[in-house]
């Protein structure tokens, strides 16, 4: 590895992260202490200070678990378990994948639809894209439960609610970059490919689609984690058994906060997974077109 990515990449990503892990700490005591206090009053025990703050680490359900409880509930539950056993959370951030790559691969396909109707018919760029807009400011927590009950009327329930709520989640930035990417080519651009007297299509897939793909995979970045966290919702009010959203609802409901935070923990890992996984994919195509490394 070169001394400049190690000073420029690494030592800031390190340094944050051990600002965080340190605040965390403190804000563990801090949010702990009052709780082990009652304890100890009520066992009469005088603890020294070390004690008192060791014990605010190791409590089995404290309002804010430890970083070391977090990582230790983590390893147990991903390396230490069968990843057909329902407390792995390999095997609960697999249900989520699921249904994140379907409505992503749904959302994804509706965007890049919309966005190429939207750029050739003004009708629709009038009519359709406020409404595309203001759908997003609706909560998702108020839609995911009607899709659930909607579909459920009609004996449609498993895998595809949920994928829908991603695909509701995911379907945007794709048509807000897609739009922009394809609207991306400069006056000057287009009027050369008149002069070549190219046809509709011919603008199109020599000129508007290459110059927004940098624009597509930007939007797809933002969309799989937002298809994620629709996946994840989804699972919230079907009452599903499975999947990182149902690991964090019976955590709640069993007030596991340890639990909570290693579900947490599991869905920021596979989120970045899946970010990095389109990011390499969009270098590989950006190559393939012949854009050169920054």
Do not use: C
Request: proline content about 6%; cysteine-free; hydrophobic content about 55%.
């Amino acid at each position: 590895m070169k001394p400049d990515s190690l000073k420029n990449r690494i030592i800031p990503v390190l340094t944050i992260l051990i600002a965080i892990v340190a605040i965390w700490y403190v804000a563990a005591y801090f949010m702990n202490a009052p709780f082990q206090r009652d304890l100890d009053r009520r066992a009469d025990v005088t603890s020294t200070t070390m004690e008192f703050i060791g014990k605010t680490m190791v409590q089995p359900k404290p309002i804010l678990p430890a970083p070391h409880q977090v990582v230790s509930n983590v390893f147990e539950n991903t390396f230490l378990r069968s990843v057909t056993s329902n407390r792995s959370l390999v095997y609960h951030a697999w249900v989520t994948l699921s249904s994140t790559v379907l409505g992503f691969t749904m959302g994804t396909l509706t965007g890049i639809l919309i966005a190429v109707g939207i750029v050739h018919l003004k009708a629709l760029d009038r009519s359709l894209m406020p409404w595309i807009i203001a759908s997003q400011t609706v909560p998702i927590l108020a839609v995911a439960p009607m899709v659930i009950v909607v579909l459920g009327a009609v004996n449609i329930t498993g895998l595809l609610p949920k994928a829908l709520i991603s695909t509701y989640l995911s379907f945007f930035p794709v048509a807000v970059g897609m739009v922009k990417g394809l609207r991306s080519p400069e006056i000057i651009q287009l009027d050369l490919m008149r002069t070549y007297y190219a046809s509709g299509a011919q603008t199109f897939w020599k000129l508007r689609v290459p110059a927004s793909i940098p624009f597509l995979f930007t939007s797809m970045k933002v969309a799989i984690a937002a298809s994620l966290v629709g996946a994840i919702v989804g699972e919230l009010p079907t009452g599903a058994v499975a999947g990182i959203g149902s690991k964090l609802l019976a955590a709640a409901y069993y007030s596991q906060t340890i639990d909570i935070w290693a579900a947490l923990i599991a869905g920021s890992v596979l989120a970045a997974l899946l970010v990095t996984i389109v990011g390499i994919i969009a270098k590989i195509v950006d190559r393939s077109m012949g854009g050169r490394p920054a």
